[in-house]
């Protein structure tokens, strides 16, 4: 019993007497909180336009646009601008936002509007002339294809284009460091695909757009820029304190009042943003697709918080399909059958995220796929819903098959530009057997131009 009442002894006399007490996890700063406690020294004087969404918010939980609004600088704000879903978080995945419209009578722009020729994707000339810097501040999941990184990078390019300064607020990426899956190929780019990089990168917005300055390489959607406008490129991030990049969401040392807010209808959870890490690859061709928050809310039998259109080969028997995933035994992740009332359906568990490759799952998981064709060849398509494991009980949920489709417009491409990996592509379309050699062979691929990746990035961490 002495050990610790000689620690509260030493702790009590250092607070009599003025010493600091170390604290072992000192709360995390986000790049809002340092330019707050800096009083907006970076922005003083200057016309300014910011980029921000309704989930980018201080450590007291409250939105970057009313910390700049209340803010001694509250008169040189001139515009907002948007990403996908708007300023407000409201808008679907893939809704386009064409009208102009005003926050407390400052003007908000979307830079999520295709009904122009071409989209409007980008600020444009006009709308960068009124200001002197652009604030940047957007919530991103650390991966490739969430489009909140592309705009941020389409945003930037244009800035430096007319010569207009940025200061990016940065905050963690949710999924830590780690870097899984194919690199992004040159010729596959576009929105949901900005960078040439792994599909869960591990980086910050903040450590991408360095990346993007000193190693630029151009979008095929954008005039490249020069070397002279890189090298007279004014970007600076507002770096975090006490961010250990390391660790996930859930484990950083974050202030009381902060909660997860969604970045987007269909990440509602943390969970969500860990599911997501492998949810966009699995659009493989004609067996896995996306549902949109739309049809969640119009209670198709999709449940939150996300849910994966499936092969139509398992649904008469998932137990089946749970066998052979977890036979795989795949690092990280296991498979359960549920019943929810009469329907049953397919739970999901990542019970190790340091250990889970959702690159390597997601090639199992085609592979049962192609196996269970053969033996439950069924006419009609069916959805089998997942859930990913969080403390919530399952039967709020309401996991269950669905054997109705719902009216979603897919193109038969966009999955290709999700995944931008030719040879992947290329397996897909000619229907060969996905063989355990095959998966070795394309694993081991992976793992070296992820080493090759992971080098390079060194340069550009901030963190």
Not at 98 to 117: A, C, M, R, T
Request: one cysteine or more; aromatic letters at 12%; glycine letters at 6%.
């Amino acid at each position: 019993m002495r050990k610790p009442l000689v620690y509260l002894s030493f702790i009590l006399g250092a607070a009599f007497i003025g010493l600091p007490i170390l604290n072992a996890h000192p709360t995390l700063q986000l790049g809002i909180d340092i330019l707050e406690q800096s009083d907006f020294s970076l922005l003083k004087g200057k016309k300014i336009g910011i980029l921000t969404h309704n989930a980018a918010r201080n450590s007291h939980n409250i939105p970057v646009y009313e910390v700049l609004y209340r803010s001694p600088i509250k008169d040189q704000i001139v515009c907002f601008l948007t990403p996908e879903h708007g300023l407000l978080g409201q808008y679907a995945a893939g809704e386009h936002i064409s009208e102009q419209q005003q926050w407390n009578g400052i003007p908000v722009f979307s830079l999520y509007d295709n009904q122009g020729q071409p989209p409007l994707l980008s600020p444009t000339k006009k709308q960068l002339s009124n200001i002197d810097v652009l604030v940047i501040d957007l919530v991103d999941i650390g991966a490739r294809c969430y489009t909140y990184i592309t705009c941020m990078r389409f945003a930037l390019e244009q800035c430096i284009r007319y010569g207009k300064q940025v200061v990016i607020l940065d905050r963690p990426n949710p999924l830590g460091r780690k870097v899984s899956g194919p690199i992004m190929d040159q010729n596959l780019q576009s929105y949901v695909g900005g960078y040439c990089i792994p599909f869960l990168h591990g980086m910050t917005m903040g450590e991408l757009a360095t990346m993007l300055i000193h190693a630029y390489q151009p979008h095929p959607w954008l005039q490249p820029l020069t070397q002279e406008q890189l090298a007279a490129a004014d970007v600076k991030v507002v770096k975090m304190e006490h961010y250990q990049p390391d660790t996930v969401w859930n484990q950083q040392a974050w202030n009381k009042p902060m909660q997860w807010t969604p970045p987007s209808p269909n990440i509602p959870t943390f969970e969500s943003a860990l599911a997501y890490s492998c949810f966009p690859i699995l659009q493989i061709g004609k067996y896995l697709r996306t549902i949109s928050s739309a049809q969640r809310e119009h209670k198709d039998g999709i449940p939150q918080p996300f849910a994966f259109l499936y092969s139509p080969h398992a649904c008469h028997n998932p137990y089946a399909l749970c066998e052979t995933l977890n036979a795989a035994q795949v690092p990280g992740i296991t498979c359960e059958v549920v019943r929810n009332g009469i329907t049953k359906g397919i739970h999901l568990k990542i019970t190790d995220w340091e250990q889970f490759n959702p690159g390597l799952f997601v090639l199992k998981l085609y592979q049962a796929d192609q196996q269970l064709k053969a033996i439950y060849p069924i006419p009609f398509i069916s959805y089998l819903s997942l859930k990913f494991w969080t403390s919530t009980p399952l039967a709020h949920y309401n996991i269950c098959w669905v054997t109705k489709r719902p009216s979603v417009r897919y193109d038969q491409a966009f999955w290709k530009i999700h995944i931008g990996d030719p040879d992947i592509i290329k397996l897909v379309e000619s229907g060969l057997p996905l063989t355990e050699e095959y998966i070795r062979v394309q694993i081991n691929s992976w793992e070296k131009t992820i080493a090759k990746f992971k080098q390079q990035r060194k340069a550009w961490l901030l963190y």
